[in-house]
């Protein structure tokens, strides 16, 4: 079986609902997973943190504006009235609940079950939508087998094991659907994958059914070589291999949610991006096979802070890099990109919650200089193949961009350089013109 994706412009309006079922029900059985309508969880967000600031009014404005939109939604969806019934029935029942938290207090537990409407709504008016024009469909609760542990990661044997199950004690349909980003934690509460993991709750699935593949379907062609956001002229790729795309969802490229091409690597299962508006395209296919030349695509990742730390005692020493590394440990900061000379090591990082202790402490080694407001910018490739030349023709295009640190054979797949946000459309545009442009 394989497990499809849509995004939230993929189900965001009613037109784009039917276009979904129109690609889905060719005859194929599939597994479904939807994220909740564009705009939804931003809004759903909104609210959370009008009531944590205890603004209800303000929550119940927006919760109003949100509750029209699906009247109008059910209204639009549905071509009998037996089924506009049915979609009032649902989302009546959501708007019903979510006003109780109007009036009660407000933690992350109930931001938790209020950012996950979104997909509760989106799953059950497509479910019924399906029904309705006839189609063997049943809806599966994610709440019933997606877990995560008590870190938050994917807990992939349980997720297996409970979908499984839950899959046999189910009709036998052409059509299961499910929602994308909602879980439980190991206390058993509702919780999520973070913003954008739709994607990975499709690769969690599909790792965990053994799926034939798992399409990932949004509103752009595939990955581009560059940001069509702040480059012209960026090309749809064909093929890239899971360690490529991973370097490049983790790197900036918006188009998919960094974690999601683990599980399918695992498993070795096809992922292929699609487009539901332009559904004949073939799309970006992400195998264990990379097609062709070295250099693939750039992408940048902003929100970066430099940290370098100079220190006297790292001289001759060691144990220095270790001492550094438990830092950001003990306060569970990763750490992007790193490289060090005698005297001193700059580090990067994207999380910045705990950054004042993690400055306080590392203060005990020496002078600490932090720079924010920068980007990674990762060139992404199967290095090896383009065996000499590689680096000198990536610093040639770059002749002229102040380069804050650069990270260059830590992985066979990519060269990331670290430059000031304020450089980063034209350190893209130089890459593409002198680099992607040029090199085919
Ligand atoms: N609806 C969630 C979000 O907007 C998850 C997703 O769409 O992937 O972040
Ligand atoms: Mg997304």
């Known amino acids: 079986m394989k497990v499809y994706k849509f995004g939230g412009t993929s189900v965001g309006s009613p037109e784009n609902m039917r276009m979904v079922r129109q690609i889905i029900t060719d005859g194929e059985p599939k597994l479904v997973v939807l ?26 404005e927006v919760m ?11 209204e639009a969806l549905y071509a009998t009235p037996e089924y506009r019934e049915k979609g009032q029935v649902v989302t009546e029942g959501i708007f019903r609940m979510m006003r109780l938290f109007l009036h009660k207090s407000f933690t992350l537990k109930e931001e938790k079950i209020l950012v996950a409407q979104g997909e509760l709504l989106s799953t059950q008016l497509f479910t019924l939508l399906m029904q309705e024009s006839g189609h063997s469909t049943f809806l599966l609760p994610a709440l019933d087998f997606m877990r995560v542990d008590e870190e938050r990661a994917a807990d992939l044997p349980a997720i297996r094991t409970l979908l499984l199950e839950l899959i046999d004690n189910s009709p036998r349909v052409d059509y299961y659907i499910t929602q994308g980003f909602i879980c439980r934690n190991p206390a058993g509460e509702i919780d999520n994958l973070e913003r954008g993991g739709s994607d990975y709750t499709a690769s969690l699935v599909g790792a965990a059914i053994d799926a034939e593949e798992v399409q990932i379907w949004t509103d752009i062609d595939g990955f581009h070589n560059n940001d069509p956001r702040f480059v012209s002229n960026t090309r749809k790729i064909d093929q890239l291999s899971f360690n490529e795309a991973a370097e490049l969802a983790y790197f900036g490229a918006k188009i998919l949610h960094p974690q999601t091409i683990f599980p399918a690597r695992i498993q070795n299962i096809p992922v292929r991006l699609k487009n539901t508006m332009n559904p004949s395209d073939s799309g970006t296919l992400i195998t264990t096979r990379s097609d062709g030349s070295g250099i693939k695509a750039v992408a940048a990742k ?3 802070t430099a940290i370098k730390i100079r220190s006297g005692r790292m001289l001759m020493a060691y144990g220095f890099l270790k001492k550094v590394f438990e830092i950001f440990e003990r306060h569970k900061t990763p750490i992007d990109m790193i490289s060090t000379s005698e005297v001193a090591v700059s580090l990067t990082v994207d999380n910045t919650r705990h950054l004042e202790e993690i400055h306080h402490a590392l203060m005990a080694f020496g002078e600490v200089e932090i720079d924010r407001d920068m980007s990674i910018i990762c060139i992404v490739g199967d290095i090896i193949r383009e065996e000499t030349g590689f680096a000198s023709r990536v610093f040639n295009a770059l002749d002229g961009i102040p380069i804050r640190m650069i990270s260059y054979g830590g992985s066979r797949y990519n ?26």
């Open 64 to 74: 109003a504006r949100l509750e029209e939109k699906y009247a109008r939604v059910v």
């Open 302 to 304: 902003d929100g970066i």
């Open 35 to 60: 994220s909740a309508m564009s705009g939804t969880t931003n809004s759903l967000v909104e609210i959370s943190s009008h009531l944590y600031q205890q603004h209800p009014h303000k929550a119940s």
């Open 415 to 440: 060269i990331s350089v670290l430059v000031p946000t304020s450089h980063k459309t034209s350190t893209l545009q130089t890459l593409s013109d002198k680099l992607l442009n040029a090199s085919f």
